[in-house]
């Protein structure tokens, strides 16, 4: 299948594996899975789930930062953490 040649579709798709810290082909082929799993063949059905899956992912980025920070907080103070060998 011949990829798509859409600017904003392959904006979206280099979001998405940014966000997901895959390859860009990686993150296409995601939004080509769950394209067709709803149903949606043409272009405009790809690029509207690559956007849901955008914000998705953009909504879920933030609890995973505040979920980090709290984990490296709690490792900075924990007195058996080894710090050296």
Request: hydrophobic share 40%; proline share 0%; glycine share 10%.
């Amino acid at each position: 299948m011949a990829g798509i040649t859409d600017r904003s579709y392959s904006i979206l798709c280099g979001r998405i594996a940014t966000l997901m810290g895959i390859s860009q082909s990686a993150a296409r082929r995601r939004i080509d899975i769950r394209a067709a799993q709803t149903g949606q063949r043409d272009v405009a059905g790809r690029i509207a789930t690559a956007e849901a899956l955008l914000s998705e992912l953009e909504a879920s980025s933030e609890d995973r930062h505040g979920l980090l920070s709290a984990q490296l907080g709690t490792v900075g103070s924990d007195d058996l953490y080894m710090v050296e060998d």
